[in-house]
């Protein structure tokens, strides 16, 4: 932005909020930790960035942990507080969703604030239900606190990706569920100064998080400008007037864009605040909108900046959704033994994986507690069919637009892990009802034997997968053994580390590491002494894997990790490294000697 250039479009629509809480994390430790100020590390730039990656892995896992917090209070109102821990326990049961915790910044803490805001606004939906009438000031002041954690919450969510506006849309859906049979078309004038509160305090959330809002009227100024060419009076306008050049707009729309969002907050502020008994800030409230709308302060500060606040944040929003739903990634995708295009998959792809990676046991539990909550459904007060619902949005609202939407999916279910916690809850649910039914003792005793039999064999694979819990496919799909064929693995190549650990510890100075991976770890994970070439992969499954594997000149070894048909490049080479688990070699070194033929 201070240089005046456009925000990439990948960067502008890609939420930037964890990212931003990791880097935060990073200085602080830099900050305080004696080595990372040591001068000859700060100038090793490989040293620096490989700490960085650590800090936000450990900042992920952390993070994480909320969500086992959550699922427990989610699933206290549901199947009672003495078996809220077996909800935390059962989500860490989960091997994609706990292998994912160590490492993915991008899913891990969408998932885990998804969960937290379907928490939020539980609480929200059953506070709101009590007492519409009631006039008390703690009540509305409350209220108002309420609707505010869930708006900043959802636009936390919104801040790490896009798609977290819908838990807006979650909420006014099971609010009208719940509501409407009782007041009809009195809802929308019962409720709609809170939802006037909800939106506003959501969208200054969001254009907090998101620093491309603040651009978009530079993105403006600058369309307008290769619009109107020097032929034209604007065109003379701009290019007599330097100090309405692009790179000096920063300088001066960084104040209106101060002021303009500064008054905007106000104007939100009195407008909701007349609205709600709060004493402690009602006389603030009279004297900012005695001074806020007077005439000529009210139409020439405050609806122009809100205005314009408005309308920045219009278009990043519509810009954000046409770019998403556009987006496309191109490149082939494993999926039960076919290589298919990733924005030409069936239908089955988001089903299928679901049904092969979460454990059978959890999978039972799950139909069951859906079918236990469904048909006592009468027998439930309204907060329990609050969680009940906003589980089911959660889970199965998003996954359904993108099955009917043909959208382009990739990487397995990462893109779904969101849906995981919400998968813990109810299970829990199942689980516990069972027990409960169980009259006789010696067949309480057999179920829960059962059940510790079934987690004592996911944590055996668990055990035996480590650290790549995330490749985990479920026994009765036959293992990873039987699907390592069939769908993508390491498609992150975390296995990469290990192989470096190898190459650096075997190969001579000098040698040259040849990599076919999307992964670039191993530029910083190879020691200096080692030349690294990159080659040019087809994200295919057709022969050949590389586009230029001719080019490279013997000796040389070669890497690749278990995506597409990499690993079957340079054939006549020798394997002279597997990184494997149950048999299925993650990532491999071949040893392309001159001669390898007769070797």
């Not at 907050?265 to 007077?294: G, M, W």
């Not at 299928?352 to 990676?357: A, E, G, S, V």
Request: hydrophobic share 50%; with cysteine.
């Amino acid at each position: 932005i201070k240089e005046g250039k456009p925000l990439p479009e990948d960067l502008s629509f890609y939420g930037p909020f964890f990212n931003t809480i990791a880097e935060i994390i990073f200085r602080i430790t830099k900050t305080l930790s004696p080595s990372l100020r040591d001068g000859s590390f700060h100038n090793n730039s490989k040293k620096l960035l490989l700490k960085k990656i650590k800090v936000k892995h450990y900042s992920t896992f952390l993070f994480s942990i909320l969500a086992y917090f959550t699922v427990a209070k989610l699933a206290g109102p549901l199947c009672g507080k003495n078996s809220i821990w077996l909800a935390p326990v059962i989500l860490a049961f989960l091997p994609r969703f706990w292998g994912h915790s160590f490492f993915n910044p991008k899913d891990i803490p969408f998932a885990t604030m998804f969960i937290v805001c379907t928490f939020v606004a539980a609480l929200l939906l059953r506070n709101l239900s009590i007492n519409n009438n009631s006039e008390s000031e703690k009540r509305d002041t409350f209220l108002v606190k309420e609707i505010i954690a869930f708006a900043i919450a959802v636009g936390i969510l919104t801040g790490i990706r896009v798609g977290g506006f819908f838990l807006i849309f979650y909420l006014l859906a099971t609010h009208l569920f719940i509501e409407y049979p009782k007041l009809k078309f009195k809802f929308f004038r019962e409720y709609k100064n809170f939802y006037k509160l909800l939106i506003a305090t959501w969208q200054i959330t969001t254009t907090i998080c998101y620093p491309s809002i603040w651009y978009a009227p530079i993105v403006i100024f600058m369309l307008a400008s290769s619009y109107f060419g020097k032929d034209t009076w604007f065109g003379n306008f701009l290019a007599t007037h330097p100090s309405l050049q692009l790179k000096k707009i920063p300088q001066w729309y960084g104040i209106l864009f101060l002021i303009a969002f500064t008054s905007w907050v106000l104007t939100v502020f009195v407008q909701t605040s007349k609205h709600f008994h709060i004493t402690a800030t009602k006389r603030i409230a009279e004297r900012a909108s005695n001074f806020l709308f007077k005439k000529p302060v009210k139409y020439i500060v405050v609806f122009p900046s809100a205005v314009i606040f408005h309308f920045s944040f219009l278009i990043w929003f519509v810009s954000a959704l046409v770019y998403l739903s556009k987006h496309s990634w191109k490149g082939d995708v494993l999926f039960d033994g076919n290589f298919i295009s990733a924005h030409n998959l069936p239908w089955t792809y988001i089903p299928k994986w679901l049904m092969i990676t979460i454990p059978l046991p959890f999978q039972i539990a799950f139909v069951i507690g859906i079918l236990f909550i469904i048909f006592n459904n009468k027998h439930q007060e309204q907060y329990q069919k609050s969680i009940f619902l906003l589980l089911l949005f959660q889970i199965f609202f998003l996954p359904l637009i993108a099955i009917t939407r043909g959208s382009t999916l990739y990487d397995a279910i990462r893109q779904f892990l969101f849906i995981l916690p919400g998968v813990a809850v109810l299970a829990t649910v199942g689980i516990v009802r069972i027990y409960d039914i169980l009259k006789k003792k010696f067949l309480k005793v057999l179920y829960v034997t059962v059940l510790l039999a079934a987690f004592s064999v996911i944590a055996y694979d668990m055990v035996q997968l480590h650290p790549y819990e995330y490749i985990y496919f479920n026994r009765i799909s036959g293992g990873l053994r039987a699907n390592a064929s069939r769908f993508q693995t390491d498609y992150w190549g975390l296995s990469l580390n290990k192989t470096a650990e190898w190459l650096n510890k075997n190969c001579p100075t000098g040698s040259s590491v040849v990599v076919a991976s999307p992964n670039e770890c191993l530029e910083l994970l190879l020691s200096n002494n080692i030349k690294l070439y990159k080659a040019r992969y087809r994200k295919r499954g057709d022969w050949p894997p590389l586009e230029n594997g001719d080019k490279f000149k013997k000796p040389f070894y070669y890497v690749a990790i278990r995506k597409w048909i990499l690993q079957s490049a340079f054939p006549e080479c020798p394997t002279v490294f597997k990184e494997e688990r149950m048999g299925v070699p993650l990532s491999l070194v071949k040893n392309c000697v001159t001669n390898s033929k007769e070797k």
